[in-house]
């Protein structure tokens, strides 16, 4: 998709996606990275402050705080990743069929779509992970039904355009079948436009998971996410600071970097598109 020229013409994208490359190897090689087993305890090292044999120091039950973050890089990414994949694929399919077709397929999928627009996201996602339980596959549940419609809405209106377009026409007359219409003239056009807003949803994202779990109602103990070990470390803040000031930095920098690259992903999408 992006040639090299893209990389050293773009400099600040072409650092935030080496960022990205490396929490994703960090994700994937976690369990050989972290030091320690992230879910074994030492009672004997409760508590530990931060020294060389426990970089971020140790929680209530003596696992190792910095390997838990570790492990928990995973966690979050593979949430993350998996919210953003469900809720751009079925709002894209959604707002492609509703632009192309119209009528009474329009008007069923865009008031459903509607109807959860019309309430509070994270609201929403906190009473459908209430009702369900708190755990990972139901989170990423959640926050995907939460999260379809604004795709489904903004691909719906960039199909209401093309479809006036020309070259759709002509597709229809020559007989071209719809399946292939919308996967040859309708997607590659949609696509850019789905791909940037869905990197930059990633940050808010993990943001949302992390806030879930905080309250309870995503991950649940002993799974080494981050937003359940700022949970744990809350009540522990004045005698162990650690266990929430590292977690918290860590989703501070991991959103900030995939914000900053799903920003200079647009600005680059964006340049190209004018080019062409």
């Not at 139901?138 to 809405?153: M, P």
């Not at 005698?239 to 995939?258: E, H």
Request: hydrophobic share 55%; charged share 15%; glycine share 10%.
């Amino acid at each position: 998709m992006f040639s090299l020229a893209v990389f050293r013409e773009n400099r600040r994208f072409a650092i935030y996606t080496a960022l990205v490359l490396l929490i994703i190897l960090i994700a994937l090689f976690g369990s050989q990275l972290a030091p320690q087993d992230p879910f074994a305890g030492d009672m004997k090292h409760v508590f530990s402050p931060p020294s060389a044999a426990h970089l971020f120091g140790t929680d209530k039950l003596g696992s190792d705080t910095f390997s838990r973050i570790i492990a928990g890089t995973q966690v979050s990414l593979f949430m993350t990743i998996c919210v953003v994949l469900l809720m751009t694929s079925l709002g894209a399919c959604i707002g492609m069929l509703s632009g192309y077709f119209g009528g009474w397929i329009e008007t069923v999928l865009m008031r459903f779509a509607d109807m959860m627009l019309s309430f509070p996201g994270i609201v929403l996602a906190i009473a459908i992970a209430g009702i369900l339980g708190g755990s990972v596959v139901n989170t990423i549940l959640a926050l995907f039904v939460v999260g379809w419609a604004k795709y489904a809405r903004m691909v719906r209106s960039i199909v209401l355009k093309i479809r006036q377009e020309d070259y759709i026409t002509a597709a229809k007359l020559s007989g071209t079948r719809t399946p292939r219409i919308l996967l040859r003239h309708i997607l590659p056009n949609v696509l850019p436009i789905v791909v940037i807003t869905g990197a930059m949803d990633i940050g808010t994202m993990m943001m949302e998971i992390a806030g879930l779990s905080f309250l309870g109602f995503g991950a649940q103990p002993p799974t080494p996410e981050w937003g359940l070990m700022l949970n744990e470390g809350r009540q522990y803040i004045q005698t162990a600071p650690w266990l929430m000031v590292y977690p918290g930095l860590a989703i501070f920098l991991v959103v900030a970097v995939f914000n900053l690259w799903g920003d200079s992903l647009r600005d680059v999408l964006d340049t190209r598109k004018a080019d062409g």
